[in-house]
T-cell receptor, first 116, second 120 residues
Framework: EPEVTQTPSHQVTQMGQEVILRCVPI?????FYWYRQILGQKVEFLVSFYNNEISEKSEIFDDQFSVERPDGSNFTLKIRSTKLEDSAMYFCASSTRGTAYNSPLHFGNGTRLTVT | AQKVTQAQTEISVVEKEDVTLDCVYE???????LFWYKQPPSGELVFLIRRNSFDEQNEISGRYSWNFQKSTSSFNFTITASQVVDSAVYFCALSGVPPSPGGGADGLTFGKGTHLIIQP
C-alpha cells in the first residue's frame, strides 16, 4: 500500500540553525499538510498546501516557517531559525481531496526534531 | 472555533475487556467530519475512521465500533475484547467545511489523545 515517507526520522540541530524536513506524499494525492506534536501533547495543525500554494495555516506557522513543493514528489517544511520550543515530532500528511470532502489524511511516520 | 475534548488522559484495562474512548466536539459548522487516529508506540498516526455529520449510523469494523451522537456532540470509540496490540494513544479529530476557496485543504483539530494501556 502506498505511504507517505518522511526523512530524516530524527534531526538534531542547534538553536538558530535552519532545518528542512522532507516528505514524499502519496503520488496521486493533491493536498498536503504539516502537523507537529510536542512530546506528550496533542497533534497540532501547521499548514495545508494545495495547487502549489498555502491553503490554510495556523497561528503556529509564523514567518519562521515555510513550505515548498520543489518538484513533483517532495513537500518540504523549512524552519528558518530554530528555537528550543520547535522541538517536536513533525508529521507530514497527504490526501486525495481535502478533509472537507471526506478524504482522510494519510500521515507519514514523522520526523523527530530536537533543537539544542 | 472548533474544539475536540478527550477527557480520558489514560485508560488501563486488562486484555479481553471492552473499553470505550470518549470524544466530545464543538463546532459551529453544519457540515463537518470526525476522525479517529491511532498512534502506536512507534509514533506514526494511523487512520481508523472518518464520519460525516449527516451520517449518524454507528459503524462496526471487527472489534472496533464507533457511536456518533449528534445530540450530545460525541463520537465515542469502543474496542471489544481488547488486545495488547491495541495499546496506543488514540486521537479524535474534527474537520469543518472551510470557507476558503482552497476547496477543502483545511486542517484537522485534534483532541489531546487518550493513552490506552492493555495489560496482559
Amino acid at each position: 500500500e502506498p505511504e507517505v515517507t518522511q526523512t530524516p526520522s530524527h534531526q538534531v540541530t542547534q538553536m538558530g540553525q535552519e532545518v528542512i524536513l522532507r516528505c514524499v506524499p502519496i503520488s496521486n494525492h493533491l493536498y498536503f499538510y504539516w502537523y507537529r506534536q510536542i512530546l506528550g501533547q496533542k497533534v497540532e495543525f501547521l499548514v495545508s498546501f494545495y495547487n502549489n500554494e498555502i491553503s490554510e495555516k495556523s497561528e503556529i506557522f509564523d514567518d519562521q516557517f515555510s513550505v515548498e513543493r520543489p518538484d513533483g514528489s517532495n513537500f518540504t517544511l523549512k524552519i528558518r531559525s530554530t528555537k528550543l520550543e520547535d522541538s517536536a515530532m513533525y508529521f507530514c500528511a497527504s490526501s486525495t481531496r481535502g478533509t472537507a470532502y471526506n478524504s482522510p489524511l494519510h500521515f507519514g511516520n514523522g520526523t523527530r526534531l530536537t533543537v539544542t | 472555533a472548533q474544539k475536540v475534548t478527550q477527557a480520558q488522559t489514560e485508560i488501563s484495562v486488562v486484555e479481553k475487556e471492552d473499553v470505550t474512548l470518549d470524544c466530545v466536539y464543538e463546532t459551529r459548522d453544519t457540515t463537518y467530519y470526525l476522525f479517529w487516529y491511532k498512534q502506536p508506540p512507534s509514533g506514526e498516526l494511523v487512520f481508523l475512521i472518518r464520519r460525516n455529520s449527516f451520517d449518524e449510523q454507528n459503524e462496526i469494523s471487527g472489534r472496533y465500533s464507533w457511536n456518533f451522537q449528534k445530540s450530545t456532540s460525541s463520537f465515542n470509540f469502543t474496542i471489544t475484547a481488547s488486545q495488547v496490540v491495541d495499546s496506543a494513544v488514540y486521537f479524535c479529530a474534527l474537520s469543518g467545511v472551510p470557507p476558503s476557496p482552497g476547496g477543502g485543504a483545511d486542517g484537522l483539530t485534534f483532541g489531546k489523545g487518550t493513552h490506552l494501556i492493555i495489560q496482559p
